[in-house]
């Protein structure tokens, strides 16, 4: 896909201040700090569309993105951030879930995990609520560039080991680096024939 434009809508605290659900909608989601925000902007070929930031917690709004005037796509805030207290903790996680529930257009959820560590509970369990939940979600395995690809490959195996124990199929894989700008085509080939599938299938929103 050939991004011709990428811009900024807007940030909402809750769903039901996203901008109207009329175009599909893809969305990033992850443990704070795996590198949502970084990856978008990869994709998206731009330096600063989404606010990145060494410290954990960047981004605590949806942000909105809108692609080629055609869709979606979605910064959110990431889960499990331990340093706030736990009622802000659990007012973000009603922030994602109720968005993540309610939002009609939303077609496809990516969960970044961190490539360098071994499956972590918390994500094991999103992923778990999104399958309970009937939620479409891809996972893409982020910061690829700081390991050998062997330990990498090594990784991926290993979570695919621990996925097949409660899976009976394995979600799309995508192994990225925001850095060195690895797999961000592959992620955005499956939005493009995704995008195609709706339009063919005259689903809309
Ligand atoms: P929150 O918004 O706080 O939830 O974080 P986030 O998931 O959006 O992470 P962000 O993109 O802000 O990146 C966090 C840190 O990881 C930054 O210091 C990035 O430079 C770094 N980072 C992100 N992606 C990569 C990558 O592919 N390779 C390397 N080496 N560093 C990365
Ligand atoms: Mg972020």
Redesign the pocket.
Known sequence: MVIKTAEFVKSSDKWQDCPEPTMPEYAFI?R????????INAMMNHKYLAK???T????QLINHFIINESWYLT?L??YGYARVSKSMRRDFEKLITNYILNRKNLVNLFI?VDARHTPQKIDLEFIEWCGENGIPFSIVF?????LKPNVVLANVDHYKEELLKTWEDLPELYV????KKTGCDAILDFITKTNEFLMHNHIKF
Not at 176 to 179: I, M, N, Q, V
């Open positions: 992850g704070s700090n795996v590198g949502k925000s970084s990856l990145t930031s060494g954990p917690g960047k981004t910064d805030p990431g970044l982020t910061k690829a560039d700081k990225t680096s925001a850095e």
